[in-house]
């Protein structure tokens, strides 16, 4: 099992810009994928970006905004966000799997989640 813990959420201004960062522990050998979900009040769990090595994924919604790259020395995992947009407004949840997959059920270890709130 690995351990994941996200930091880095907050509060920030529509067009302003934050970096997540999840940082794995435990059995890392099971971080060949990296996902970032995240889910607003009221509903599902949402798929946003991936990493495997260098291969990413990107939801539509955030393609050209956000970019996912990860320091496998450090054993880190980084969602850098800009222009960010109140409908980004969620919580932010990191998930490691086994394969470059956008189901969440693709996913079998989940962060705490860390609140990202974008206000206009």
């Known amino acids: 099992q690995v351990q994941l813990v996200e930091s880095g959420g907050g509060l920030v201004q529509a067009g302003g810009s934050l970096r997540l960062s999840c940082a794995a522990s435990?059995?890392?050998?099971?971080?060949?994928?990296m996902g970032w979900f995240r889910q607003a009040p009221g509903k599902e769990r949402e798929f946003v970006a991936a990493i495997a090595w260098s291969s990413t994924d990107y939801a539509d919604s955030v393609k050209g905004r956000f970019t996912v790259s990860r320091d496998n020395a450090k054993n880190t995992v980084y969602l850098q966000m800009n222009s960010l947009k109140p409908d980004d407004t969620a919580v932010y949840y990191c998930?490691?799997?086994?394969?470059?997959?956008?189901?969440?059920?693709?996913?079998?270890?989940w962060g705490q989640g860390t609140q990202v709130t974008v206000s206009s």
């Open positions: 998930a490691a799997g086994p394969s470059l997959r956008r189901s969440k059920w693709s996913y079998s270890s």
């Open positions: 435990g059995r890392t050998a099971s971080t060949y994928v």
